[in-house]
T-cell receptor, first 115, second 116 residues
C-alpha cells in the first residue's frame, strides 16, 4: 500500500534559521510525484513545491527546496531563512502512477517560527 | 481571477439535514476534486471529476454525491448529514486532468462543516 509518513508532529525554529521537515514514503511505483503544501491557521492549502520521481535535480522554489533521496524514499522540505509567516502546518503529499487521481497526504508537521 | 472559490465558508447542520457545498473555478482547469480533512490528518479524496460530465469515487465516498454542473462548477451534496461528516471540505482543481503523477492540484479555501 502507498503510504506517506511525517514523523515530526511539531517543530520549532528560530527566525532566520533553516529548518528541515521530514517526509518518507512507501511505494513500489517507479513514476510518482512529490508535493509539499502549507496550511496556515487561516486554513487554506497552499502549494509550495513539486518533485518528480525521475527528476535528477532537487526542486527549489525561492526559500523552499526539496531534499530528494530516492533510494531512501525520502523527500524532506528545507526552508531557508525562516520567517514568522512560515508558521503553519506543512503537508507532504504524493501522487502515484497506480492511483494517480488521488493525492495521498501525510499527517502534517506544525512548524512554529520563534522571534 | 478568484482561482478556486467555495461556498459557504462555514455551516452548522443538524443530523439528518441535507446541504450542498459549492465549488467554482475560473482557471479553465479540466479536473476537479473534493477532499475532506479531519483533525490531525491530511486530506482524503471523496469524489473527483476528470472532465465535464464525468465523476468518480475516491477513497471515502459514502454519504456523499457530486455533480459536475459545467466546466467551472463541481458541487458536493450531503443527503442526510451525520456527525461523522463534521470536517473541513476542500475543493481542488488541476490543469490538464490527465491524472498523471506530475500534475499539481490547487485548492480552494475550504468549507468548515459541523454536524450536530
Amino acid at each position: 500500500a502507498q503510504k506517506i509518513t511525517q514523523t515530526q508532529p511539531g517543530m520549532f525554529v528560530q527566525e532566520k534559521e533553516a529548518v528541515t521537515l521530514d517526509c518518507t514514503y512507501d511505494t513500489s511505483d517507479q513514476s510518482y510525484g512529490l508535493f509539499w503544501y502549507k496550511q496556515p491557521s487561516s486554513g487554506e492549502m497552499i502549494f509550495l513545491i513539486y518533485q518528480g520521481s525521475y527528476d535528477e535535480q532537487n526542486a527549489t522554489e525561492g526559500r523552499y527546496s526539496l531534499n530528494f533521496q530516492k533510494a531512501r524514499k525520502s523527500a524532506n522540505l528545507v526552508i531557508s531563512a525562516s520567517q514568522l509567516g512560515d508558521s503553519a502546518m506543512y503537508f507532504c503529499a504524493m501522487r502515484f502512477s497506480g492511483s494517480a487521481r488521488q493525492l495521498t497526504f501525510g499527517s502534517g508537521t506544525q512548524l512554529t517560527v520563534l522571534p | 481571477n478568484a482561482g478556486v472559490t467555495q461556498t459557504p465558508k462555514f455551516q452548522v447542520l443538524k443530523t439528518g439535514q441535507s446541504m450542498t457545498l459549492q465549488c467554482a473555478q475560473d482557471m479553465n482547469h479540466n479536473s476537479m476534486y473534493w477532499y475532506r480533512q479531519d483533525p490531525g490528518m491530511g486530506l482524503r479524496l471523496i469524489y473527483y471529476s476528470a472532465s465535464e460530465g464525468t465523476t468518480d469515487k475516491g477513497e471515502v465516498p459514502n454519504g456523499y454525491n457530486v455533480s459536475r454542473l459545467n466546466k467551472r462548477e463541481f458541487s458536493l451534496r450531503l443527503e442526510s448529514a451525520a456527525p461523522s461528516q463534521t470536517s473541513v471540505y476542500f475543493c481542488a482543481t488541476e490543469i490538464l486532468g490527465g491524472g498523471t503523477p506530475q500534475e499539481t492540484q490547487y485548492f480552494g479555501p475550504g468549507t468548515r462543516l459541523l454536524v450536530l
